[in-house]
């Protein structure tokens, strides 16, 4: 008897303990597994590319990919224009859960001092008086004007003084260097000379033998330079040529 009633006592506790395993493996399989199972199938979102935008346009971007835009601080820039993002995180392209934070660092402009800074132009190949005005349109006073010889035209610019791409506040005066065209020099006179003195002289006054032609002529030695184009003393540029006849006897 006493045997039996024990082994009775004995299943009813292991029954109900079954019972209680079993309740809490249910409830644990029914509070949790949706949260897990919507952890795993939840869907990522693509974080879109706000950088250079004005902040009203991001904002309505980041609403409509259920994502938060917060401003993390702003700064002084003097390549972006004020209220528009210089920098966001994370950065384009990421993928994040709905809801994420987007941080952004709002440009507030230039800074009082990069205000009034300006970056010369370059007015290379404009006349004077256009190298003026554009200048001028970028709030620039030209000052002195300075003459140079160039192989470029003459009144052309071919400089500035600083030198364009500088950053100047808009109180410093431009300095203008114009061409003055080549360089000028006196045709020598190579009459009564043999060709080798003619080709030394020429080179030393910076220019060079052009044509060469012969004639016949009782009048003057032979083997001489009898006339010459262009003529001496004539002004022409640097390096240019001067044509001559020599006069040498018939065959």
Request: aromatic content about 6%; charged content about 25%; proline content about 6%.
């Amino acid at each position: 008897m006493y045997y039996n009633q024990s082994a009775t006592k004995t299943f009813w506790i292991s029954f109900l303990t079954s019972l209680v395993v079993s309740g809490a493996v249910a409830f644990s399989v029914v509070y949790f597994a949706p949260s897990v199972l919507g952890k795993k199938t939840e869907t990522k979102i693509e974080v879109p590319d706000i950088e250079h935008l004005d902040l009203q346009t991001a904002q309505m971007i980041i609403d409509r990919k259920n994502l938060c835009l917060v401003i993390k601080e702003r700064r002084n820039d003097p390549t972006i224009k004020k209220d528009r993002i210089i920098y966001q995180n994370p950065t384009p392209g990421t993928e994040v859960a709905k809801g994420e934070i987007v941080r952004v660092v709002i440009s507030e402009g230039a800074s009082p001092s990069e205000q009034n800074e300006i970056i010369i132009p370059d007015v290379t190949g404009f006349d004077l008086n256009q190298a003026r005005v554009f200048l001028a349109e970028k709030g620039l006073t030209v000052g002195k004007v300075e003459e140079q010889i160039s192989s470029e035209p003459k009144g052309k610019v071919i400089g500035t003084v600083p030198e364009p791409g500088r950053k100047i506040t808009k109180d410093v005066t431009i300095k203008l260097i114009i061409s003055m065209g080549p360089e000028k020099v006196s045709v020598p006179n190579l009459k009564r000379k043999s060709l080798y003195q003619a080709k030394e002289i020429l080179r030393q006054n910076g220019l060079k033998l052009g044509n060469v032609s012969y004639t016949t002529s009782a009048e003057y030695a032979f083997d001489i330079i009898i006339s010459q184009h262009p003529k001496a003393g004539g002004m022409v540029e640097r390096g240019s040529s001067v044509n001559i006849t020599i006069n040498r006897e018939a065959p």
